[in-house]
């Protein structure tokens, strides 16, 4: 390790004062701590939030669910409201990490977590995220379990966050709070695609904290789950995933929610899927024929040509096991 200062934040204001003279905010620590003991990350400063009022699930006045950026994983994904009205939200936190990561890491910590890219995390490698300008090792080298999907020339890396998926796909919003006040974030624009900035990876301005994420009030009766394929059935990364969320009214479907994880360096919606899916009877071949559009615009690198297809199939499953099929 190396020298740093650490403050706890007695309140928001404090908190916000220390974030913008360049403190890093600081939770459960479970991904800050491992990058700082690599020394991929070398803060001069961190600033300790774990205290501050923001771990309450609540039920907004509109219908919606707002969960608190310092609610643990595992507290949201017991949680009542988040069981009943998201089981797509509390199957992919609990298809997260490990139980002991899960009862210390936060919902926006999760969130905010950084790629788990072999070559980012290695500092003797050529990473664009970790030192810009030098290069993506990840290119021509090994990349099994790197995207296909909303790559560059400059990254390749993937989201590591199932939970993400879950919030990309329900459309959430991220609420953030800064010297200047509050702002709510789109999650589509939340968590930022690579371009030639791949260091850059999320909508905040200096200093800004996350508050909640909150998901809006959506069409009942909705039945949600989330699907993770991965290498070995625990404490194991997505080689694809699928949110899905789908309202079935008097036999057709009325409204599609559909998103990816594994494949994207961001949570990937699927619109064309969703819209595939809008106005039609549930059936086995509605899945299939839906699912073949999860994979477009795919660009496969050297080792992860599998994705597409898994990508496909991965859909296809959630889809029938949500839906269910006549």
Partial sequence: MYPFTFTKA??????????WRGGRYIAGGTTLVDLMRETVERPGSLVDISTLPLREVTVT???????????RMAEAAAHPKVRVLHPVVSEALELSAS???????TIGGNIMQRTRCTYFRDVT???NKREPGSGCAALHGYNRSHAILGTSDHCVATHPSDVAVAFAALEAT???????????IAFADFLLRPGSTPNREQALYKGE????????????????????????????????????????????????????GGVGTVPWKL???????????????????????AADGARPLTHNGFKAELLKRTVERQLRTVGGAK
């Fill in 125 to 127: 490698a050529a990473c």
């Fill in 10 to 19: 007695a309140d928001m204001r404090e908190a916000l004062s220390a974030g």
């Fill in 271 to 293: 619109p064309v899927v969703e819209r595939h899916l809008i106005g039609e009877r549930p059936s086995d071949r509605l899945w299939a024929e839906a699912a073949e559009h």
């Fill in 99 to 105: 139980a002991q990561l899960r009862n210390m890491a």
């Fill in 61 to 71: 006045e509109r219908g919606g669910l707002r969960i608190g950026a310092l609610v």
């Fill in 174 to 184: 991220v609420h953030v709070l800064g010297q200047d006040g509050e702002r709510r």
């Fill in 209 to 260: 904290l996350i508050t909640a994420v909150e998901i809006p009030a959506l069409p009942r009766p909705l039945k949600s789950g989330y699907l993770k394929v991965r290498d070995r059935q625990s404490y194991e990364f997505a080689l694809t995933s699928a949110a899905v969320a789908l309202h079935i009214r008097g036999g057709v479907i009325r409204e599609a929610k559909v998103a990816a």
